[in-house]
């Protein structure tokens, strides 16, 4: 390892003496981490018993998904030494971090190096001042991610994990380099004044920076390479510039003709490559190669978006920045995975969700054709402090200037959904909503202002939730584009009212370009359901739901374009759904696996052909034979294609051929018990097959042996356990010589949708969609199986607790939580007249939403199948589930 350390070390310093160029390099690996503050010096001895990670790291990937309300905000401490050669005595030495969340304190051998307030915007500080060369030297960092009102975000729909959660580097310049301290950006920007199809103009400008202690005479060359290395077009600046100062320059006109346009369809990329040379004796002292990529853009109100002089529609999806296991401390190789399924669903366009991220992902997004949507995170609220003003100003600022060089950046936003605490508010006075509205609009304004200023050729947007109250007060007259996040049929209203809504705006506004910034419905690839609605949270309801948004969004000529929410499920610590801690709108689940949604844009809006069978992730079925004795459950499956015709084949039988319409067919399936092979075809070599086991419930339970039937009391769907691959099936009411509850009803309230069951986290269990549904007031459950010997599984749950349940991140409505009763929820489980559970009082057995089950041992006998009766002594008895499993 030691000599492996020297090698890199050679290697490095061979490259800086050659050419006297700046070096870069990450340094991420291992760190010492401590969790919590310090107290007294932090050296290298003191840091030695401190955990050792690597870069990303955040401290939130474990305890942001935990039964734990909450999870840690405060400070963490991070520790490295770093070995300075001597050589690098005269060089400039900088530390640069990605990204830290959110406040940041830089210390060099104990010497404080800077702060930085923004968790997601880069940061340098120069170091050469403060390391001892030829040594090794001890870098530390304090980061805190605490609650700060002058720090946005506030509050969001989405985790704020602490920690060095991005790369960290080290970079060597010589004493004359382009400036590295502008904001941790390139300090070299590229601009495309004009772009036509015969002749672009590029513009180079930036700083120079002589740290030496002489004059300088020198030369800015510039050179636009093509992608095969071809010089295209050059320019060469001379300039003078004394010691110890900085000089400002810019080359114009610097032409290339026939320019090869950059778009989704084709992202052909240029590169500028800017020297400083002497011009004395032609020694390179500095080197920074830019992407280039020609085109340009309009946004207008009738025509919608414009690219390269042609109408194009921006079909996109919004991203989060965190995975499975590791939230958001990711390698770039997890970005890049990202942004390629992204592009390979058939998407041209991304809303960067809701912060600047990872420089990875604008590097990919440029290369993949990407258009891209970056903003700040001045979401829900602000506060009206001139502190949280300066601090929203310099975010913007590093971010525009961090990023502006990207040619696939079309749009820089700064809120998002910024009134909805104020718009949602049923108590608030006019006097206090024209308060907040005036200081949002101003602070708006100088963002707005700040933004065209830093990069005027970029147009400038905000995401608004569905409330007209953006417009009077004034917030959705500042950007250029409005983004409209809208979610009609699932937190309110029903599908088809997003183009009432779309069309009221573009008749009150029709300058005023727009786009649909957000839309979508969780699921959950364990839920289905025959009955898809509203808040079920199953795949079915979400194909439904981004089916109905695609058709009507592509009818409307002037929409710009839209962004679902969200590519991929993302934490969310104060959700409590059917994964709690996730926000489920992803078209790919928390760990990258494709929902059934996504291969509907991939039939819509890819090229290649495409045939999907929508149940790659409903492959156990079951279902009720639909006649007496025939063995067979029909229910329907859709499939996804952007063929003309599509058959459909059931263990080698055609089921028909069928049209497509709007990139979708429909069919009903007689499923048999056992595998059933499914195989959809265009007849022409596209096709796609799933295997799927499906198990027939008798309609007359008594016709043959129940071996295991498990039901998802209170709820309408099917539910499959991703560990022991039960599937609970829907609920029913009792029907003779079936089963079903007697009495009482499933568990639902209407709360501007109808809502099926609680939403809470369920402890000691991963089964939240069977826990969170339950039968109330339920009198007695049965089951006329065969006479025999069965283990019956109860699943219970309390409910009601003396802390809010909270449905939703934003509460719309004046619905309020189920209170405690007073009496208590006492009773009696009697299995076929006899009392197995006794006095069962879940509140104070086991506390409020907590999963418990009993197994119980019985046999029916006499033809009088299983009866579970349920003795109220006090409250409404509650049944989550109910399994029933033949034994020998």
Same mark, same amino acid.
């Given at each position: ?12 310093? %061979?490259?800086? *003496? /050659?050419?006297?160029?700046? &070096?870069?390099?990450?340094? !991420?690996? $291992?760190? +010492? ?84 307030? %923004?968790?997601? *915007? /880069?940061?340098?500080?120069? &170091?050469?001042?403060?390391? !001892?060369? $030829?040594? +090794? ?752």
């Amino acid at each position: 390892m030691r000599k492996l350390i020297l090698c890199i070390c050679v290697i490095l310093l %061979g490259v800086l *003496t /050659a050419r006297s160029q700046r &070096i870069i390099y990450t340094i !991420n690996s $291992g760190w +010492k981490f401590h969790k919590g503050d310090v107290t007294g010096t932090v050296n290298a001895e003191s840091v030695q018993n401190w955990e050792v990670v690597n870069i990303p790291h955040t401290w939130n990937d474990k305890d942001a998904f935990d039964d734990q309300p909450g999870y840690y905000r405060g400070v963490g401490w991070y520790a490295k030494e770093l070995s300075v050669p001597s050589q690098w005595k005269g060089k400039n030495i900088f530390i640069q971090f990605e990204g830290v969340n959110q406040e940041t304190d830089v210390f060099i051998n104990g010497k404080y190096a800077g702060n930085h307030k %923004g968790g997601y *915007t /880069a940061f340098n500080f120069e &170091i050469s001042n403060l390391v !001892n060369y $030829g040594q +090794k030297n001890l870098i530390t960092v304090k980061a805190d991610n605490k609650h700060d009102k002058n720090i946005p975000p506030l509050n969001a729909d989405f985790t704020f994990y602490g920690g060095i959660y991005r790369n960290v580097h080290i970079i060597i310049s010589d004493a004359i380099h382009f400036d590295i301290s502008n904001n941790a950006s390139d300090g070299v920007f590229v601009e495309t004044p004009s772009v036509s199809k015969q002749k672009a103009s590029v513009r180079i400008s930036g700083k120079l920076a002589n740290n030496s202690s002489v004059d300088k005479k020198l030369q800015i060359q510039t050179s636009i390479f093509d992608k095969d290395q071809h010089v295209v077009a050059r320019k060469i600046s001379n300039v003078i510039i004394p010691s110890n100062s900085a000089l400002d320059f810019q080359q114009d006109d610097i032409e290339v003709i026939n320019p090869k346009l950059w778009s989704p369809v084709n992202p052909y990329l240029y590169h500028a490559v800017s020297r400083v040379v002497d011009d004395n004796n032609n020694n390179v002292y500095d080197e920074i190669t830019l992407p280039v990529g020609l085109r340009w853009y309009s946004f207008t109100g009738e025509k919608g978006f414009m690219l390269n002089g042609e109408a194009f529609k921006l079909i996109g999806t919004n991203r989060h920045q965190d995975f499975s296991g590791k939230g958001n401390a990711l390698t770039d190789d997890y970005h890049s995975n990202d942004y390629t399924k992204i592009k390979e669903l058939g998407f041209n366009f991304v809303r960067l969700a809701h912060y600047p991220q990872a420089q990875e992902v604008y590097r990919t997004c440029d290369e993949l054709g990407l258009l891209v949507w970056s903003e700040i995170p001045i979401v829900n609220e602000i506060t009206q402090t001139q502190e949280f003003t300066n601090n929203c100003l310099n975010m913007q600022r590093e971010h525009v200037r961090q990023t502006r060089n990207h040619p696939s950046i079309i749009l820089y936003g700064y809120m998002n959904e910024v009134l909805i605490r104020m718009l949602s508010s049923k108590d608030m006075a006019e006097a206090e909503r024209r308060k907040i509205g005036d200081s949002t609009a101003a602070l708006a304004k100088k963002l707005n202002d700040l933004t065209k200023k830093e990069a005027p050729a970029i147009s400038t947007v905000m995401a608004l939730h569905g409330d007209t109250g953006y417009n009077k007060y004034g917030i959705a007259f500042i950007p250029d584009v409005i983004g409209w996040n809208l979610y009609f049929g699932w937190y309110y209203g029903n599908l088809e009212d997003l183009t009432t809504f779309l069309n009221d705006q573009h008749q009150k506004y029709p300058s005023r370009p727009l786009i649909v910034s957000e839309f979508g419905a969780d699921a959950d690839i364990r839920n289905h359901t025959l009955i898809p609605r509203p808040w079920d949270y199953s795949e079915d309801y979400e194909n439904i739901m981004h089916a109905s948004y695609i058709k009507q969004m592509l009818a409307l000529k002037y929409l710009s374009g839209f962004a679902a929410w969200n590519f991929a499920d993302f934490g969310a610590e104060n959700r409590t759904n059917t994964i709690p801690f996730i926000n489920q709108k992803g078209l790919v689940t928390y760990d990258r696996k494709e929902k059934d949604a996504a291969s509907l844009y991939r039939a819509y809006f890819t090229k290649q052909p495409v045939v999907y069978l929508a149940t790659h992730n409903n492959t156990k079925r079951s279902g009720t034979e639909n006649t007496r004795g025939s063995g067979l459950s029909i229910q329907p499956l859709s499939i996804f294609t952007n063929l003309n015709k599509i058959e459909l084949l059931l263990n080698g039988k055609s089921l028909g051929l069928q049209e497509v319409k709007d990139h979708q067919v429909s069919f009903n399936v007689p499923f048999q018990q056992g595998i059933n092979l499914l195989e959809a075809t265009d007849k022409q070599g596209h096709s796609d097959k799933v295997p799927a086991s499906f198990n027939i419930i008798p309609t007359i339970l008594s016709d043959k042996e129940c071996n295991d039937l498990a039901v998802n009391a209170g709820s309408f769907q099917y539910f499959l356990e991703d560990e022991t691959h039960v599937l609970w099936v829907p609920d029913q009411p009792y029907k003779k010589g079936s089963y079903g509850y007697i009495g009482g009803s499933p568990n639902m309230k209407t709360d501007r949708q109808v809502k099926v069951g609680i939403a809470n986290n369920i402890l000691d269990s991963k089964s939240e969609p069977l826990f969170q549904t339950f039968d109330e007031g339920i009198q007695a459950y049965r089951f006329d199986v065969q006479d025999g010997k069965y283990t019956l599984m109860l699943c219970f749950m309390e409910p009601d607790s003396k802390m809010p349940a909270t449905d939703v991140i934003y509460n719309f409505s004046n619905a309020k939580d189920t209170a405690v009763q007073k009496e208590g929820r006492v009773f009696n489980v009697l299995v076929n007249g006899k009392n197995v559970i006794d006095n069962l009082n879940l509140a104070r057995d086991y506390g409020a939403h907590r999963a418990v089950t009993f197994n119980i041992n019985t046999t029916a006998n006499n033809h009088a199948g299983i009866e579970v009766k349920f003795d109220a002594l006090s409250g409404k008895p509650v049944l989550c589930g109910i399994r029933i499993k033949k034994t020998n």
